[in-house]
């Protein structure tokens, strides 16, 4: 059993930046991920970051503006979030899981954490 919990979030003006931080009881071998859930709509990716930190996936819509890391010595993730803009607004969910047949099954979640970013 893995215990995720978030910290970081908030609110922040367009063009902001914000950093969100997520502590596991235990990192093992497993692939990292952060989601985001805006209201009305379903669950989306936004990045993920495989067991040993040397590869890293993002959404489109994220590119180039949120930079996921792992410190693996404090079984820690993080996810900075430069040049946000209004439709960053979200609750954000650190999640984590092994890789299965290729893919990463995310069955450990933290608890949402709201990031909201005002025009």
């Known amino acids: 059993q893995v215990q995720l919990v978030q910290s970081g979030g908030g609110l922040v003006q367009a063009g902001g930046s914000l950093r969100l931080s997520c502590a596991a009881s235990?990192?093992?071998?497993?692939?990292m991920g952060w989601f985001r859930q805006a209201l009305g709509k379903e669950r989306e990716f936004v990045a993920a970051i495989s067991s040993g930190g040397g590869i890293t996936n993002y959404a489109a819509s994220v590119k180039g503006r949120f930079r996921i890391s792992r410190d693996s010595a404090k079984n820690m993730v993080h996810l900075q979030m430069n040049s946000l803009k209004p439709e960053d607004t979200a609750i954000y969910y650190c999640a984590a899981g092994p890789i299965v047949t290729g893919t990463p099954r995310y069955n450990y979640w933290g608890q949402g954490t709201q990031v909201t970013v005002s025009s």
């Open positions: 235990a990192f093992s071998n497993y692939t």
